[in-house]
């Protein structure tokens, strides 16, 4: 546990201390919220549920920035490796579970914190609090993204020798997932070959998790939702520390 | 903590006849049995085809200061990895601090500190906060955490820049913190990988000193990795010479230059295999050509020194230059390789490395 804590509580302190990439990150998820949730606000109503689109689309920004910030900070063992620094971690007497797990627990609050502030951000813009219950609910969903998304990084950065292979995953990988999840479209309106894919897709449970919390309202029922991206954080969790286990320095 | 140590390896246990000798209880080991601090048998790395460790084996005695001297690419780095646990030889079997570096892995780093060839950091954090991780890694508990950082931050001299960012700091200063860290555990055994590359001479003067106090005042058995052949003759009890994945001297530096059969004169000719020719005497202990000189080893070079002259002026061969030195470790390296281990582009090369990887940064 405390060494779970020394690893988590460094992540924390890089993370509060890069305060151009707090900033930088929340570019996209502003961008996105700014204008097409304003700017279809007034063209696009949700069919079943008569949600306004700036409604319904914040659930998708705040999980598009959980999921953005947790796979970097997986990432981020790349650079350690290449820094230097894991050496120093992996020669200590502690197993690698233990660093792979204060690992993801670090990138999973940080992706916590950066959904956090585009949540309360939102809040300001427009969003009206529902009720404090469904915002425990959607923080649940957001910390289960980040997990299952740091470990995923994790898992990549395991079998990556360099960041050249950075741009490769978030165009063919995290960009599909963020796209096919129902974040800014709702599923029932999908073409029906779509939507097979959109429940395949881990990010999709996430999204209408915290849309639930959030709205009220959500197209698959949370307690799937919930046990769903709770199996796969655990099966991320699980491939994350078998292959930085496995992974040679 | 800093009293930790494995239970006899299993080989002795094993070659030992009678399975319930008492000789294994854990209070009888300490003192009774001597036990090297580092052992090596026929250790081999291969990378796909290539040897890099080509069955190696040493022992180095418990308050030892052990060199590993070899040019870039010898194996230097590849050892130390495999006695440190981070990477898995190949074949042949070793130990440290009596713990196996296979089957004792959490043994064998709860009893080193390493110094890495390359940083290993984290620049985002201050100082403090890379020894604090370390510490907490090492499961140092808190008072005592806090005391021991400050007392070697102190011993380091870098104690009032302790809260400024590893990344606003020079090389040398880098170098030290990492040292005060390798010893934040209080280790058994001090791995040091090329500890003063890229330091100036001063930097590196201060950090020799600093590392053969520990060594006096605390105990502490140190391995190091160097190509400056000058520092490992002043600060190791013992080298081996490493080339090409092999060791092939190791022994005190005294009795390594001694091997060479005495002084070393240096006779640069415009003929120099005349000259090699002519000086085949007796005397001479040993005779080689290097480039346009010959290079000859023999005692009491002084009183030789007009004897040469007169006999290459009776035949006729000219003398450029004539140079005579006590002979250095660079000369034994040049003895039993046949070459030099070229200090210059070697450091330069390995300088140029380190720069670019602080460049990507
Ligand atoms: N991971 C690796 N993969 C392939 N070859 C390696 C690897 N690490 C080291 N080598 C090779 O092994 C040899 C020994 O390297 P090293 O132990 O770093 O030498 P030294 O530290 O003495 O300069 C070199 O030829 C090097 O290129
Ligand atoms: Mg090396």
Not at chain 1, 68 to 97: C, H, M, Y
């Amino acid at each position: 546990m405390d060494i779970i804590y020394t690893i988590w509580l460094r992540n924390i302190k890089r993370y509060l201390r890069s305060k151009s990439r707090i900033v930088g990150s929340l570019g996209m998820p502003l961008f996105f919220m700014l204008v097409l949730g304003f700017g279809l606000n007034s063209v696009v109503q949700i069919p079943d549920t008569g949600q306004g689109y700036f409604e319904f689309i914040i659930p998708g920004i705040v999980a598009m920035s959980v999921l953005f910030t947790s796979v970097f900070s997986g990432i981020q063992i790349i650079w350690d490796k290449q820094f230097g620094f894991l050496k120093e971690t992996l020669v200590a007497p502690v197993s690698r579970l233990e660093i792979m797990l204060g690992q993801t627990f670090g990138g999973a609050s940080t992706a916590f914190i950066q959904g956090l502030i585009i949540l309360v951000l939102s809040l300001f813009i427009g969003l009206s609090l529902s009720s404090a219950a469904g915002f425990v609910i959607a923080f649940l969903f957001m910390v289960l993204i980040g997990i299952a998304f740091t470990a995923f990084g994790i898992a990549i950065a395991s079998r990556m020798e360099d960041m050249h292979g950075f741009q490769l995953i978030m165009n063919f990988v995290i960009f599909p997932i963020f796209g096919l999840s129902g974040a800014l479209f709702p599923i029932s309106s999908l073409p029906a070959w779509v939507q097979p894919l959109t429940l395949l897709d881990p990010l999709t449970y996430g999204v209408e998790g915290i849309r639930y919390g959030l709205t009220g309202a959500s197209q698959i029922n949370p307690v799937v939702s919930f046990i769903v991206l709770t199996a796969f954080s655990g099966l991320m969790t699980v491939a994350g520390a078998w292959l930085f286990r496995k992974m040679s320095i | 903590m800093g009293a930790y140590r494995c239970a006899l390896p299993a080989r002795n246990a094993t070659a030992d006849s009678s399975p319930h000798s008492t000789i294994h209880s854990p209070h009888n080991t300490q003192g009774i049995l001597p036990m090297p601090a580092i052992s090596a048998e026929n250790l081999t790395k291969n990378f796909d085809d290539f040897v890099a460790v080509d069955s190696i084996s040493f022992a180095i005695d418990e308050g030892e200061i052990f060199g590993l001297l070899g040019p870039n690419g010898a194996g230097k780095t590849t050892t130390i990895s495999m006695l440190s646990t981070m990477l898995k030889p190949t074949a042949g079997k070793a130990t440290v601090n009596g713990c196996d570096i296979l089957d004792q892995e959490d043994g064998v780093r709860k009893s080193i500190g390493i110094v890495f060839q390359d940083q290993s950091l984290d620049e985002e954090l201050t100082a403090y906060e890379n020894m604090d991780f370390h510490g907490r890694l090492y499961r140092i508990p808190g008072e005592q955490r806090k005391e021991k950082i400050g007392e070697l931050l102190a011993l380091v001299g870098l104690e009032d820049r302790r809260h400024d960012l590893v990344k606003t700091y020079s090389g040398g200063m880098r170098r030290r913190l990492e040292i005060a860290r390798g010893l934040l555990h209080e280790p058994k055994v001090l791995f040091l990988d090329e500890p003063t590359l890229g330091l100036d001479p001063q930097t590196r003067n201060h950090l020799w000193e600093y590392i053969e106090r520990l060594n006096r005042e605390k105990g502490i058995t140190i391995i190091l990795t160097t190509h400056y052949m000058d520092e490992a003759d002043r600060l190791c009890d013992r080298v081996a010479i490493i080339d090409h994945g092999t060791i092939i001297a190791m022994d005190t530096s005294q009795a390594l230059k001694n091997q060479i059969g005495g002084d070393v004169v240096i006779v640069e000719s415009p003929d120099p295999d005349a000259a090699a020719d002519v000086l085949n005497a007796p005397w001479v202990a040993n005779i080689e050509r290097r480039d346009g000189s010959v290079v000859l080893s023999m005692q009491d070079a002084e009183h030789h020194i007009p004897e040469i002259v007169t006999d290459l002026h009776r035949h006729d061969i000219a003398i450029t230059s004539l140079s005579v030195h006590n002979p250095t470790l660079e000369d034994v390296f040049l003895h039993f390789t046949g070459r030099s281990i070229r200090e210059e582009t070697a450091s330069g090369m390995e300088t140029m490395r380190m720069f670019h990887q602080r460049m990507r940064r």
